[in-house]
């Protein structure tokens, strides 16, 4: 009978090895070539101004971007990741602008509340046995339509909060070296991606992560609560959004109650192309924060080459469509 052990040894824990490293070279050439591309089509887009403007996008989607790897590694699907981060920001803006409380108690409701948000969508999944697709859409629709009425379907603006601004547009290494103006919100990525990292590759929950999907029934059967586990799992990712509201919230100055819709699929989107599988069992952070930066820079530079709004649609569409018909390639070859 197969014990975690077993299922450990099948995960990226502990044969990361050629395939995924091979992904990770590969995401990271397409991000170079990308930017040699855009670099020659425009003048205009290797300009410090546009860098940042692209890194301030990727510190939002990369955060969605994190916590959908964590949940697709277990082999399910976040669909709420967009609209739960929009409801934390709205949660952000009624403790802070309504209530008129402290930052920190604001930043720590938007994070609570998308904890628990996350587990609830992982009590369907793991209690209610719901497919996540299922779960988790329900949950979008829910969380869009709570955003909406506890605003009064109006933006929530942050006026009155000093520093609420700085926490995603503010610069503390800009401070420190003029000539890097690094925006807060990137090292705020950067310390989530950190953190999730060490999370998967070092800790109880990271290996059962993995093992939920390479062989969640293995894992059952050697008498680990898979429920629990996994229930963990979706509130952490949960919490990862609300952090993300925060961003969002911060980089707007307002929480925007129709906000949200179309950031799921950005994010799964960077997950799959980082070479995080679809069927779960294999993923890393590093992969996903490559792929959510290929979204940014195909996003901006799209735009900097005026290419219209709905054949930008079409585009990211079409990389959806690649990315997961290459994972299924990468399944059938590594099977």
């Known amino acids: 009978m197969s014990t975690v ?12 090895g050629d395939s995924g490293a091979y992904q990770k070279l590969l995401a990271f050439a397409s991000l170079i070539a990308l930017l040699i591309g855009f670099s020659i089509a425009s003048p205009n887009f290797m ?99 709570l955003s ?49 990292s060490y999370i998967l590759s070092r800790t109880v929950l990271g290996r059962y992560t993995f093992a939920l999907g390479s062989n969640e029934e293995a ?22 959004c609300g952090i993300g509201g925060i961003l969002i919230a911060s980089r707007l100055n307002s929480a925007q109650p129709a906000l949200g819709l179309g950031y799921e699929l950005e994010a799964i989107a960077a997950v799959v192309i980082g070479g995080t599988s679809l069927s779960g069992g294999r993923g890393t952070i590093l992969g996903t924060i490559i792929g959510a930066l290929i979204m940014a820079v195909l996003t901006n530079g799209l735009r900097v080459l005026s290419v219209a709004q709905e054949w930008q649609t079409v585009v990211t569409g079409a990389i959806i469509i690649l990315a997961v018909y290459a994972d299924m390639v990468r399944r059938k070859k590594s099977g």
């Open 5 to 16: 052990s077993d299922v450990k040894e099948k995960s990226p824990l502990a044969n990361l």
């Open 47 to 145: 300009q410090t101004s546009n860098m940042i403007a692209i890194l301030q996008a990727t510190s939002v989607n990369g955060v969605l971007a994190v916590a959908a790897t964590l949940v697709i590694i277990t082999g399910g699907i976040d669909l709420s990741v967009g609209t739960l981060m929009t409801f934390c920001a709205v949660i952000a803006g009624v403790v802070l602008t309504y209530m008129g409380m402290p930052l920190l108690l604001g930043v720590a409701a938007a994070i609570g509340a998308g904890a628990l948000c996350g587990l609830a969508s992982g009590t369907f999944v793991a209690k209610m046995k719901i497919p996540p697709f299922i779960a988790t859409l329900g949950m979008m629709l829910i969380l869009k339509g």
């Open 148 to 196: 909406l009425v506890i605003s009064g379907t109006r933006p929530i603006y942050f006026n009155d909060t000093p520093g609420f601004d700085q926490i995603s547009r503010g610069s503390l290494i800009g401070e420190v070296i003029p000539a890097l103006p690094i925006p807060n919100g990137v090292l705020i990525l950067f310390l989530v991606a950190i953190a999730a």
């Open 219 to 240: 894992v059952r059967l050697s008498g680990v609560n898979t429920d629990a586990w996994k229930m963990r799992i979706y509130a952490l990712a949960g919490g990862i």
